[in-house]
């Protein structure tokens, strides 16, 4: 197991706005999140992930049959080890692919499921990010892009030779990561960080056998707190409050 997902996280959120863009591309493009100028036509659509729902509802998700929302992204549950097992992705060329290891069903469908989803009686706000774990940055980045018409945005140097480059979707980031620590062929689907209105509140009722204590993010104004692995969910998973405008 690499850094933890905290690490990966605040690592990234202290990089925000100060990294500079890939070489050709827009300054508009350094910022990570829901700050980013570009729009994706690529949308997210759900995730699938082997499991028990139980697991989940002890993190205060709302599941009908097998399966509940994490903001407008489905999360579908299926029988097996539990992980993230595959995505369905909206874009531009439908059909059921390998990207790269990925097992992705892309379907012409563009528009998010809009709904209210609970997390206790918090509210998911969005699904922040999702990582990808891969052996060769360059073939999984490239094999995303064509696939679903997306674009790398931004690469950071995360030191100690983890390198992370981002994807924007229209309703998510995702986060590409190589480093020493990925030793497996291929590229898979690793974690995610959802975030929730009042994180305080979340925590306390989930309790510290389920989560860890909310700290302050290092981005400012974000507090986090991760899922402690004998949950059981099989998935790094990670909670955030919402991402705070420079207004704010």
């Known amino acids: 197991m690499p850094d933890s997902l905290v690490s990966y996280v605040e690592k990234d959120q202290k990089a925000q706005g100060a990294h500079a863009p890939l070489q050709g591309q827009s300054r508009q493009a350094s910022e990570h999140g ?90 998911i706000t969005g699904l922040d990010h999702v990582v990808v774990m891969t052996d060769n940055l360059d073939r999984t980045c490239d094999a995303l892009c064509q696939h679903l018409g997306v674009e790398v ?14 994807i924007k979707l229209s309703n998510t980031i995702i986060e590409v990561v190589t480093g020493p620590h990925v030793t497996a062929p291929g590229a898979s689907l690793w974690g995610m960080v959802i975030s929730v209105d009042n994180m305080e509140t979340w925590a306390a009722q989930c309790g510290p056998d389920v989560t860890s204590t909310p700290k302050q993010a290092t981005q400012p104004g974000r507090l986090i707190s991760t899922v402690r692995a004998g949950v059981g969910l099989g998935v790094p998973f990670a909670v955030m409050t919402p991402h705070v405008s420079a207004g704010d």
Not at 43 to 54: D, P, R, S, W
Not at 61 to 85: N, Q, R, W
Not at 154 to 166: C, I, M, S, T
């Open 34 to 123: 829901s700050g980013l100028a570009f729009t994706s036509v690529a949308v997210l659509l759900a995730l699938h992930a082997g499991g028990q729902t139980k697991s989940w509802e002890s993190i205060g998700l709302k599941f009908d049959g097998f399966s509940c929302y994490l903001a407008d992204v489905a999360l579908e549950i299926h029988e097996g080890t539990p992980g993230l097992t595959g995505w369905t992705i909206g874009a531009e060329h439908p059909g059921v692919f390998n990207i790269d290891g990925i097992a992705t069903t892309v379907v012409a469908e563009t528009h998010p499921h809009v709904t209210s989803s609970p997390c206790g009686t918090e509210k």
């Open 153 to 166: 945005r931004r690469e950071r140097d995360a030191g100690k030779g983890v390198v992370q480059r981002f």
